[in-house]
């Protein structure tokens, strides 16, 4: 799930213009970041940017040569 996490910490990171920082928000992140991918592949398998570019990606056509 690295795309759906990465466009989170950016969603969050505009959400929250003066948050603290250092270390501890970095941890945040990580934490947050890891135990949110975990849980949600456990119950929902891919994340939800991923299964988006994964329907992109297949209702492109195949190149003919």
């Known amino acids: 799930m690295p795309l759906t996490v ?5 969603v969050v990171i505009a959400l929250w213009p003066d948050m603290p920082q ?3 928000t970095w941890w945040g992140f990580v934490v947050g970041a ?4 975990m ?4 119950f929902l398998g ?4 991923e299964r988006l570019t994964a329907r ?7 190149p003919t040569t």
């Open 6 to 10: 990465y466009a989170l910490h950016l």
């Open 22 to 24: 250092g270390p501890s």
């Open 34 to 37: 890891v135990l949110f991918a």
């Open 39 to 42: 849980v949600w592949r456990r």
């Open 46 to 49: 891919r994340g939800p940017l």
């Open 56 to 62: 992109i990606a297949a209702a492109v056509p195949a």
